[in-house]
């Protein structure tokens, strides 16, 4: 089983967040998992009409951000936000974007 | 006088506030024109290290994403937090930014 990194809590950094977080694809993927929990990455390809090679960059992005959390299970990769960890380093702002980031 | 141009409030994007954020220059100057409220481009390169160049494109990236307001006066010109624009479309945003954006 390849494991996956992740930052420490306190490691994690606003510049790297707000770069993530910064790209359409990877607001709709933290959108998603906002109202989900947890998913597979299979799951969330859906619908984002993006190549897999491309989505991989962006959940690599968002994990190495500390934006996200990767479980691996076998052969399929489970990825849910780091809530708490993002409310505790930069409290409101993950809810400001999720707000923000609606569907008008 | 060479006027600039500013998105209308509706037009401001997430994704382009977000980018123009992304950046520890620009986090620097936000951060430093929420406590000042308005300043001179050339007061604010004061202390920042960045050749006027790089900050001339920071600066204009900060203004098309609608982040800052510049108004030209002779040959100065100034640029403030578009505080209330900014909350009026992404409530709770820069506040998050800027409390997480303090030096520790």
């Excluded at 929990?37 to 994990?63: F, I, K, M």
């Excluded at 780091?82 to 409310?87: I, N, T, Y």
């Amino acid at each position: 089983m390849r494991e996956v990194t992740h930052p420490a809590t306190g490691a994690i950094r606003l510049v790297e967040v707000l770069r993530a977080l910064a790209d359409p694809v990877r607001l709709e993927i933290v959108r998603r998992l906002a109202g989900t929990g947890e998913e597979s990455c299979n799951a969330l390809a859906g619908n984002l009409d993006v190549h897999q090679t491309t989505l991989s960059h962006h959940y690599r992005v968002l994990r190495e951000a500390g934006v996200t959390w990767t479980t691996v299970q076998g052969r399929s990769r489970l990825v849910r936000l780091r809530h708490d960890d993002l409310d505790a380093r930069f409290p409101g702002l993950l809810a400001a974007v999720l707000n923000g980031a609606r569907p008008s």
